[in-house]
């Protein structure tokens, strides 16, 4: 999984030290006050970011399929912020629950197995949200690999709620993070890690979606191979103010013994199985793919 | 007259990461292994770690020993000969 050139100083389209002023502003003003609040705090930081102002856009130019107003792309950056106010509402102790969509009965038994698994997941919705609390119900600990940006308060904020469940493996030391996976997979624990973005990958392949080829990230099915792991991929998308509702594809499961390119065309089949589930999606809420980098390229032999 | 060590290890280098088109006897000792050479990626070392504790029974704790036991065949062969139980070694 990575990454040999030096990462760029980058941070969500969040607030860097606000964190805990939007916490306590939440425990004390109604909605109807907070929510207009948030809305022009967004405008506030849309208008000062604009390299991700540009990737939301090109972003939105192809899920849209039309040329994005003004509009659009602060509902891509609202829907940003009120992803992490749900975070910052569940580390203030609200509890937030989550259903599963039809086609998620892998997930539902993996969760109730208490079987180590490689769980990839996207930067859609409440996913990371979900994966905290799917930690909570396994029956072993959850590594989260994640890069570490400018503003990841809120993050270390999960890891402190979620306790011991919860550890993150922060990719912007490749070195170590390699040791550290090896580590997290000899302690019979799932790892999470997300596989929307390809610039933080060792190994990634070209897929249809959203009306091209483009590339994405393909190392968990290596590492899949490597430590003879099950792969299970989730999304969560948001249901109402406080739930979610997680949709997953069935698992891809190593084969002992399988020779690796069977292994990997099968891998294939089952990513583009789970892209094509995340497109239909987005094709509903195209807003919840918070794409504020770079969209996934388009492969040079594309047609 | 080759050693028994460096062979099994470039017979478990070309083994584990299918490199179908290298003979373990065209590997050199000093060829080295991450970037050039044999030109091994990340996920390449990490396979290749996860087989070579598994086998020799050590274990590999830090990215500076990760680095320098991978620099070559050389330093790989000399890394598990000072860390493996001798039991575990080929004759």
Redesign the interface.
């Known amino acids: 999984?990575?990454v040999?050139t030096p990462l760029p100083p980058r941070r969500n389209p969040g607030p860097s030290g606000g964190y805990r002023l939007l916490r306590a502003l939440d425990r004390v003003l109604p909605e109807a006050i907070f929510r207009p609040l948030r809305a022009a705090g967004t405008l506030v930081a849309m208008a000062g970011m604009a390299e991700q102002r540009r990737h939301s856009y090109d972003y939105l130019t192809v899920a849209l399929a039309r040329r994005p107003t003004w509009r659009d792309v602060f509902r891509h950056f609202f829907a940003f912020e009120e992803v992490l106010m749900t975070r910052l509402r569940v580390i203030n102790g609200q509890p937030h629950q989550s259903v599963f969509a039809p086609g998620s009965e892998d997930l539902r038994a993996w969760l109730e197995s208490g079987t180590p698994a490689l769980l990839g997941t996207f930067h859609v919705g409440v996913t990371e949200l979900q994966g905290c609390q799917i930690a909570m119900k396994l029956h072993h600990p959850m590594h989260v690999v994640r890069l570490r940006v400018g503003n990841s308060h809120d993050t270390e904020k999960l890891e402190e709620l979620f306790g011991d469940r919860l550890h993150f493996i922060w990719i912007n030391?490749?070195?170590?993070m390699?040791?550290a996976?090896?580590d997290a997979a000899a302690t019979h624990g799932s790892i999470a890690l997300q596989c929307d973005r390809p610039g933080y990958s060792?190994?990634s392949e070209a897929f249809e979606f959203l009306g091209a080829r483009r590339v994405f990230p393909f190392?968990i099915y290596?590492?899949a191979q490597?430590?003879q792991r099950p792969v299970l991929f989730a999304v969560g998308v948001p249901d109402g103010p406080d739930r979610a509702r997680l949709h997953a594809i069935p698992r891809y499961e190593p084969r002992p013994g399988e020779p690796?390119a069977e292994a990997l065309a099968r891998a294939r089949v089952h990513f583009q199985g789970f892209l094509q589930m995340v497109e239909e999606i987005l094709r509903e809420h195209p807003y919840l793919w918070f794409n504020f980098t770079p969209l996934n390229p388009v492969a040079p032999d594309s047609p | 007259m080759s050693d028994p060590l460096s062979a099994h290890v470039k017979r478990l280098i070309v083994d584990t990461l299918r490199l179908d088109d290298v003979k373990p006897d065209e590997i050199r000792d000093e060829e080295p292994l991450i970037g050039s050479g044999l030109s091994l990626d990340s996920i390449d070392a990490l396979e290749l770690v996860v087989k070579i504790e598994k086998t020799y029974g050590i274990k590999i704790a830090s990215a500076e020993e990760s680095r320098a036991a991978l620099a070559s065949v050389a330093s790989l062969t000399q890394f598990i000969r000072t860390r493996a139980d001798p039991a575990r070694l080929p004759a």
Do not use: S
């Open positions: 999984m990575v040999n030391e490749p070195a170590e390699l040791l996976l090896k060792a190994r190392t290596h590492l490597i430590f690796r």
